[in-house]
């Protein structure tokens, strides 16, 4: 039997979909139209559960309403844990025998790696519907609908299991085209260090996440520089673009470029990859280790990482 605290914790669906109808809109009219109420039971719903609550949701002057500041931290709660159970609900009616799976993907991992490969996941697991969303920005599962996610970077992720994928090799590239201006302009082009060396007064196309790999790069190679010249860019693909428009020489992961390199419309300038610490990880929150998709999408890439492809 719930005890009368607990039953203030938990209002009611009425309640909070008048609540949150009101918050959005900042209208009782408005959220009456949304729920096909009228305005008085919007304006019933939201008193109740003020007095459920013993706070005061929103300011009321004459005909408009606002939210009050503990209002606004509430509505922002109420209405994801609201959409949430929209979704629940969908995907039952929709999809009784399955489930669905969202994942934050990385967008140059995701369009690049994972898209091509997900046709097999599809197949294997049809009762599965996957979702995606795209961020470059570290993933928040406390407020993100997300199941998991692929991060690179370190296994440091708190409340959370890290589940290595793959690590990643940085090669040089650029345009054909460039790297012939390139040996031309230097007479040291079969010396491998004077080569290098020349590298550094080319232009270098640098991305935001990894604003070191150049200068890590060429200290690889024994060469140190500052190595900040050159165009920067946020994402992998527009930098990969870039390079073969001729714009400079990029450092970008291999696995990622592989249609560039096999159509010869980028080259690797030197073939001596740049290695780091950091990885792929499938990150999964502890609470979300034991859902079926998740279990089932962490075998698959399990199946296709140590295939021969």
Known sequence: MSSPQSKKLLPSTSMLAAFD??????????????????????????NALEEQLALKLFHRNKQTISLTESGKVYAKEVNLALSHIRSATLNLITNPDGGVLNIAILPMFGSRWLMPRLADFLVKNPQITINTVSKLSRFDFAHEDVHCAIHFGKADWSQANCTFLMAEESVAVCSPTLLDKVKQQDCTADNKLGFITSLTKQPLLHISTRPDAWQQWFASQGVTTNAQQGMHFEQFSIAANAAVAGLGIALLPKFLIENELQRAELVEVC??????????????????LDYAPVQAFKAWLGQVLNRKE
């Open 21 to 46: 109808a009101a918050a959005r809109t900042s209208s009782f009219t408005a959220a009456a139209n949304e729920l096909a109420l009228t305005q008085g039971a919007i304006s019933r719903q939201v």
């Open 271 to 288: 073939c001596t990859p740049l290695k780091t610490e950091n990885a792929y990880y499938l990150v999964t929150p502890f609470d979300k």
